[in-house]
């Protein structure tokens, strides 16, 4: 009982930790003019086998210091939503009606020649925008309740649903489909992680308006998975 006590009690004190951050908080700057950075060209190949890659992929979350590549950042996205079909623009992870309800965000803190901010994946162009400045890991952390792993991670990546684009034709159940979909993008991720030495783990323990604030989300935006990225 004492020990329920005692857990509850924290419990609350770190929800009200993050409620009064979110209303003294700075935050990073929104930028007045986007910032397109194309990214280098995804690699088809690896040395390491798929069969392999799933073998060993476990869910890391300590990573060290060490910065990524604009390589890697290339690898990770186009694993979980970069254009595989040019001709049909069709992706790497399958989704309903080829509909794509995701968007897809990047949390930069630690890669070599790439500005600390927030920055949106086009998938057509294989390019990031950037749209918010500074280093928001922190701020990201504290809406995942804390999760040190969001703020020791140099990038998170995150998924955010439009269920507008998939609901039209299928209903309801499309909300479903955008579940399914994000759990694929997710293993991409996964498993190119692994195959590029990597560390991530998948978060989906936060505050959604939290999340959407720090990101920068649109209204009909909302968010889904968060995955820190970072060297084991």
């Known amino acids: 009982m004492r020990e329920s006590l005692k857990c509850g009690v924290i419990s609350i004190l770190l929800l009200l930790l993050v409620v009064t951050f979110f209303k003294v908080r700075g935050g990073g700057k929104m930028l007045s003019e986007e910032k397109k950075i194309k990214l280098p060209k995804p690699r088809y190949k690896s040395t390491i086998s798929v069969e392999e890659a ?24 186009w694993s979980a939503q970069g254009i595989t079909d040019d001709r049909r623009n069709l992706r790497a992870a399958p989704s309903a009606g ?39 890991r922190s701020e990201l952390s504290l809406a995942a309740l804390g999760q040190s792993c969001v703020r020791s991670g140099a990038v998170s990546i995150v998924f955010a649903a439009v269920y507008g684009r998939i609901t039209g034709k299928y209903g309801e159940r499309g909300i479903g489909y955008t579940y399914m979909e994000a759990g694929h993008a997710a293993q991409n991720v996964y498993l190119q992680a692994e195959t590029l030495e990597l560390g991530t783990v998948v978060v989906g323990a936060f505050i959604d308006d939290k999340v959407k604030d720090v990101i920068g989300m649109k209204e ?13």
């Open 220 to 232: 009909e935006e909302t968010p889904l998975y968060i995955l820190p990225v970072g060297k084991k």
């Open 98 to 136: 080829a509909l794509y309800p995701l968007e897809t965000y990047i949390v930069v803190g630690n890669v070599s020649s790439l500005e600390k901010g927030i920055y949106r994946y086009d998938p057509l162009n294989h390019e990031i925008i950037k749209f918010k400045e500074g280093d928001c």
């Open 54 to 77: 799933i073998l060993n992929r476990r869910s890391i979350r300590s990573y060290s210091d060490e910065s990524l590549k604009l390589e890697e950042i290339s690898q990770l996205l």
